[in-house]
């Protein structure tokens, strides 16, 4: 026994810092899981309320490209308002059946937004932090995107704010098809520049063209996307001599370096989605 | 001003730098990377505890952590050069009574010469343990070469032009204060 203690002693300074070591690679292997139930509240709060203080100031600076990015989009949404299309031939108006059915369907999406209060671009690994967290409706997994196109999905969340991963992140896998003949394959980010992003599992029997557009695809397995948001157009085609498929470079429809505002889209029946998946049997 | 409240200053201004300009900057390509946080902890006094200083260098680490969304991975590298550190001051240091008339590291206390030798070393430590806990995850030999070698130029860049914005004033202590 007393050996052990001298042992200790002798060592001390070595083996507090292979606990230290231990214990900073523990919380780094265990982020994704433990952490965000564990600390997330908290350390999400406090660096919330410090970035926001900050973005306050940003945000002035990108007040031009914010409100054009705003426009634009409006106007985009403005062109598909009935008013804005001439009426079909209403001499041959037929009875509509006043019966109890809904023929907009059942609501699928709902959007929320949200204030950016922090983003990076420069890192490995890039995170964004939202100003809107689960007092105001944010529940983890839900996409989101900008007035542009995608962004992310949020990893977890706390009673004010969020954290959101970008698709700037070497762990962020989404699912993307081309608009033209609807091939789907695997969007990831290189980590080389925030502009350009990487679509893989293209298979060579595509055409695929320079500026050919990209959307975010209608079979997304994890996330709970819209079906057909702008994700951006291809800006290269590799190909790859030993394998069947093409990976594209793709140039972000999104900015990242003017990220301000951005909206949560909820997937209402993805409860419903998951737990029919979840009873299939598996052989 | 007391050199605890100095510290303390200087690691909550650290950390506002590093992730509030710093990280801010765009990036000019893969490999470079502006850090310069760490010098908080090359800057911490002589006098200060070997464990103390784990500690603090693995609190200041996990702070930074928490900006930057990666629990973790600034804490590691901090706890490594915090560790190196009291080697290389006793082989650095001249062993005379110099090392009592300053209170810490700065070209004053060292000498030039053997100062930027200090900076040196641990900044590349740093650097190789951050992106080889990065190169774990992703990447290659390449990558973790060229981002090695391209952020220790620049934040050795950084230092230089940190030292001579902030001349530190190593505080003299004669013998007979102590």
Redesign the interface.
């Known amino acids: 026994m007393r050996n052990i203690f001298l042992f200790i002693r002798r060592f001390?300074?070595l083996l507090?810092?292979l606990a230290?070591?231990g214990?900073?690679?523990?919380?780094?292997?265990k982020?994704n899981k433990t952490?965000q139930a564990f600390?997330a509240s908290v350390?999400n709060e406090?660096?919330g309320t410090?970035s926001e203080k900050?973005n306050k100031i940003e945000y002035y600076f990108r007040l031009k490209k914010t409100n054009e990015q705003l426009v634009n989009e409006n106007a985009g949404l403005r062109r598909m308002l009935s008013s804005s299309f001439e009426a079909p031939d209403t001499a041959k108006t037929t009875l509509i059946d006043s019966l109890a059915k809904d023929t907009l369907g059942v609501r699928k999406f709902d959007f929320l937004v949200a204030k950016v209060v922090n983003n990076?671009?420069?890192?490995?690994?890039n995170?964004i932090t939202l100003h809107r967290g689960a007092k105001q409706g944010v529940k983890v997994d839900m996409g989101v995107i900008g007035p542009d196109g995608i962004v992310g999905k949020v990893i977890s969340v706390s009673d004010n704010y969020s954290?959101v991963m970008s698709i700037l992140n070497?762990k962020s896998r989404v699912s993307a098809m081309l608009k033209k003949g609807l091939y789907t394959g695997d969007l990831e980010w290189d980590?080389?520049?925030?502009d350009y992003l990487m679509l893989s599992k293209i298979p060579k029997s595509a055409k695929v063209q320079k500026g050919d557009t990209v959307l975010t695809s209608n079979v997304s397995e994890k996330l709970s996307f819209p079906a057909g948001i702008m994700v951006g157009r291809v800006a290269e085609i590799s190909t790859d001599q030993s394998s069947n498929f093409y990976t594209l470079r793709i140039k972000s429809a999104t900015n990242f370096?003017t990220l301000q505002y951005v909206y949560l889209t909820d997937n209402l029946l993805w409860e419903e989605q998951k737990s029919l998946e979840a009873k299939t049997p598996k052989d | 001003m007391g050199s605890l409240l100095k510290n303390i200053i200087r690691f909550i201004f650290f950390i506002l730098i590093q992730a509030y300009i710093l990280d801010k900057v765009p990036p000019l390509h893969e490999y470079v990377k502006p850090i310069l946080y760490f010098l908080f902890i090359l800057w911490l006094p002589f006098g200060i505890n070997r464990s103390l200083l784990m500690i603090i260098a693995f609190v200041f680490g996990l702070c930074m952590d928490y900006f930057t969304g990666t629990p973790g991975l600034h804490a590691i590298p901090c706890i490594f050069i915090a560790y190196l550190r009291p080697f290389l001051l006793t082989i650095l240091l001249p062993q005379e009574t110099t090392e009592l008339s300053y209170s810490e590291p700065s070209p004053k206390s060292f000498g030039a010469a053997p100062y930027s030798i200090y900076v040196l070393i641990l900044t590349f430590m740093h650097h190789a343990c951050l992106v080889l806990v990065e190169w774990l995850q992703f990447g290659d030999f390449i990558f973790f070469i060229g981002k090695v070698a391209a952020s220790t130029a620049v934040s050795l860049l950084l230092i230089f032009v940190t030292e001579m914005l902030f001349t530190r004033k190593g505080r003299y202590r004669t013998n007979t204060a102590i």
């Open positions: 001390f300074h507090l810092f230290l070591e214990l900073a690679i523990y919380t780094l292997s982020y952490h600390f350390s406090v660096t410090i900050y990076s671009v420069s890192q490995e690994n995170y954290r070497r980590g080389k520049n925030p370096y």
